[in-house]
C-alpha cells in the first residue's frame, strides 16, 4: 500500500500551520510597529539604507565581470548611485524616512491594486474577500500616507506599516484557516 496519500495531507497540516504562525507574528509586528511608531519609521529607514548599501556592492561586483565597456560603466554608476543613497539613508535616517514615505505610499498603491486583482482571480476560494478587503484597506493607507507626507513621516511610516501589516497578517490567517478547514473535510 502506497503512503503518498498519507504524506501529503500531513505535508499540507504542517504547512498551514506554519502559514497560521507566521500570519499570527505579522499581526504581533504590526501592533508592536504603531506602539513605537517613531523607532518603527527610523528602522525602515535603516533597513533600506542597508539594502541599498548591498544592492550597491553587488552592481559593483557585477561590473567587475561584465565583459563590455558600456556594461562596465553602467553597472559602476549604478552601484556607486545605491552606495551614496543608501549610506546617506544610513547617515541621516529622519531625511531618509522623508523620501521613503513617499515611496511607502507607491508601494501601497501598488500593493493594494495586486491584493484587489489577486482577490478577483480567487474570487470562488473560501477566504479570498478578506484578500478583497486587504487591498482596500492597503489603497486607503497609501493615499492617507500620500496626503500626510512630509510633516508626518516619522510617525506616518511606523502606523501605516504595522496597519498594513495586520491586516495582512489577518487576510493571510483567515485564508490559512479556510484552508485548514478544507484540509480537515477532505480527510
Known amino acids: 500500500m ?5 504524506v501529503a495531507p500531513v505535508i499540507l497540516k ?5 502559514s497560521i504562525a507566521l500570519s499570527v507574528l505579522m499581526i504581533l509586528a504590526g501592533f508592536l510597529a504603531i506602539v513605537v511608531a517613531p523607532l518603527a519609521g527610523i528602522a525602515v529607514a535603516v533597513f533600506v539604507g542597508w539594502l541599498l548599501v548591498f544592492s550597491g556592492a553587488a ?10 565597456t558600456g556594461g562596465i ?3 559602476l554608476l549604478l552601484g556607486l548611485a545605491y552606495l551614496i543613497v543608501g549610506f546617506y539613508v544610513l ?6 524616512l522623508a523620501s521613503l514615505t513617499l515611496v511607502l505610499a507607491i508601494y501601497l498603491a501598488a500593493e493594494g491594486v495586486l491584493e484587489l486583482i489577486l482577490s478577483y482571480q480567487l474570487r470562488s476560494m473560501p477566504g479570498a ?14 493615499v492617507m500616507i500620500w496626503r500626510a507626507w ?9 502606523i501605516l506599516v504595522g496597519v498594513s501589516m495586520i491586516f495582512s497578517g489577518t487576510a493571510r490567517l483567515m485564508i490559512s484557516l479556510a484552508a485548514r478547514r478544507v484540509l480537515t473535510h477532505l480527510a
Not at 14 to 18: A, D, I, Q, Y
Open 73 to 75: 560603466i553602467w553597472e
Open 14 to 18: 504542517k504547512s498551514l500551520g506554519w
Open 2 to 6: 502506497s503512503t503518498a496519500p498519507v
Open 129 to 142: 474577500g478578506w484578500l478583497l478587503f486587504d487591498g482596500i484597506v492597503t489603497l486607503i493607507l497609501s
Open 91 to 96: 547617515r541621516y535616517p529622519v531625511t531618509g
Open 150 to 158: 512630509p510633516s508626518s513621516s516619522v510617525w506616518a511610516i511606523g
Open 59 to 68: 552592481h559593483l561586483v557585477f561590473a567587475w565581470h561584465t565583459r563590455t
